[in-house]
């Protein structure tokens, strides 16, 4: 098992940035990528960017690009989203996911966190 605890959310404004970490505890040493997905009210879950443990390789929704950058600590086992340039339209609830054999996609997640609110106001 996999836990993990996303910490960082909150409220900005429009052009305005946020940090958002997630902690993964566990058998984290098993764990091939991770990165964040988000939802908005009344959207489906969408997928924000990723990056694998090992080698650092990231990809992006061409919605975030230039905009996000994640990023990874091994020896913390923690995962960030860095999201500058904040627009209303990033409100959502973030979710930290992590998958065991691969990149991460709708279909394949074998872990969340919680979600940690994200409001960014015009």
């Known amino acids: 098992q996999v836990q993990l605890v996303e910490s960082g959310g909150g409220l900005v404004q429009a052009g305005g940035s946020l940090r958002l970490s997630c902690a993964a505890s566990?058998?984290?040493?098993?764990?091939?990528?991770m990165g964040w997905f988000r939802q908005a009210p009344g959207k489906e879950r969408e997928f924000v960017a990723d990056?694998?443990?090992?080698?650092?390789?990231?990809y992006y929704a061409d919605s975030v690009k230039g905009r996000f950058t994640v990023s990874r600590d091994n020896a913390k086992n923690t995962v960030y989203l860095q999201m500058n340039s904040l627009k209303p339209e990033d409100t959502a609830v973030y979710y930290c996911?992590?998958?065991?054999?691969?990149?991460?996609?709708?279909?394949?997640?074998?872990?969340w966190g919680q979600g940690t609110q994200v409001t960014v106001s015009s």
């Open positions: 996911a992590a998958a065991l054999d691969s990149r991460l996609s709708n279909e394949r997640v074998d872990y």
């Open positions: 566990g058998r984290s040493n098993t764990v091939y990528a």
């Open positions: 990056i694998s443990w090992s080698r650092g390789r990231s």
